[in-house]
């Protein structure tokens, strides 16, 4: 059965060949993205495999549907670039990976934590170019302070359990709290206390219209002075301009993101020989008090390796039409 891979990356064609144990799937790999312009590379596909950054809108599952396409097979746990309505109309099902290492993002949340608050990025410079002056890198102790997790699913859980070793008070909000949360010592409060008395804020929930940008100049505002913001979900839980003045204010102090709202043009490739369009993404860079990573949390081998595996046997659950345990509803 023919699969075709948009956003191919090198680790893309290892780990699902790898994961390909049967040898029952074609895949077809394919480095662009998934767009309209692009969606006609799929014909006679009976099953694409997506990534976070391709466009799943009606235009595009449209142009799947029409050149044989049953079967979207996401390589990710978050599907807010599916238009799912769209898609239902159309007759394609929807499959995606719900966890493949909670692990792999938890732990890179928490060292973005660490690099801002020991300013390791900095440190790393000046120690190469033979600056060994302290100046600027005082830190804090993260014993003792109070860290606010917004979404405590499976990830904000696994944050929870790290931060809570550190010593952390650990406080969460999620409209559908968990055991296993309160268990790894978290403790559920409204959105609004967990914003006003946290001294980080990292966000661990879905992009959805009811929460993109969620973290906006009101937000911002009932947040404690100097707050360290972390978000490894989706960049469009950030009103990006309203945090670039929080940080011009001062009332953030610290910004670690893995996800930026614009990212589709510019993640995953290197651009470094070209010039950067994107002002407000510009603008950010020249923070000392910003680290951005370009979605990497994600890339673990474990992760990498789950990813793959449980694309596989999703497809092959669809071919051997077995009950779709990961479908999106
Ligand atoms: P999950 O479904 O296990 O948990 C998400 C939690 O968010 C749920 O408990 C849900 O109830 C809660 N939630 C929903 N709406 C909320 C709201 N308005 N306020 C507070 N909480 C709310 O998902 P997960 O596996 O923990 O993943 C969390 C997010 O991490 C994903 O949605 C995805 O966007 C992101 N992610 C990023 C990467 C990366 O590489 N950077 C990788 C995987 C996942």
């Known amino acids: 059965m023919k699969v075709a891979v948009f956003s191919t990356r090198p680790y893309d064609r290892t780990s699902l060949d790898a994961a390909n144990t049967a040898g029952e799937l074609e895949f077809l790999y394919l480095e662009p993205r998934l767009l309209p312009e692009t969606a006609h590379m799929a014909a006679g596909c009976t099953i694409v495999s997506a990534f976070v950054n391709d466009h799943l809108n009606r235009n595009v599952l449209t142009t799947l549907a029409a050149g044989g396409t049953r079967l979207i097979a996401l390589r990710s746990a978050g599907f807010n670039n599916v238009d799912l309505e769209a898609a239902a109309e159309l007759g394609l099902r929807v499959v995606r990976v719900p966890a493949y290492s909670p692990n792999s993002i938890a732990e890179h949340a928490v060292g973005l934590m660490l690099v801002l608050n020991r300013k390791f990025h900095r440190a790393y410079n000046r120690v190469r170019e033979g600056n060994f002056a302290l100046d600027g890198l005082l830190g804090f102790d993260l014993t003792g302070k109070t860290v606010g997790v917004i979404g405590t699913g499976k990830i904000g859980t696994v944050v929870a359990r790290i931060l809570h070793g550190f010593g952390c008070t650990v ?134 390796g789950a990813i793959a595996t449980t694309t596989v046997d999703n497809i092959r659950a669809f071919i051997h039409d077995e009950p779709l345990v990961n479908a999106v509803q």
């Open 171 to 304: 406080l969460g909000y999620d409209p559908y709290p968990n055991d296993q949360a309160i268990a790894a010592g978290l403790e559920y409060r409204e959105l609004d206390d967990v914003m006003a008395v946290s001294d980080i804020v990292t966000l661990h929930l879905p992009l959805t219209p009811e929460t993109q940008h969620m973290i906006n100049a009101e937000s911002i505002a009932g947040m404690k002075p100097g707050v360290m913001l972390i978000n490894t979900s989706r960049g469009g839980l950030l009103h990006t301009a309203d945090v670039i003045e929080g940080l011009k204010a001062g009332q953030i102090g610290y910004l670690g993101l893995d996800v930026y709202e614009e990212e589709d043009d510019i993640f995953f490739q290197d651009l470094s020989s070209n010039i950067l369009q994107d002002d407000v993404f510009a603008r950010l860079l020249t923070f000392p008090n910003v680290v951005i990573t370009g979605h990497q949390a994600f890339f673990t081998q474990e992760a990498v």
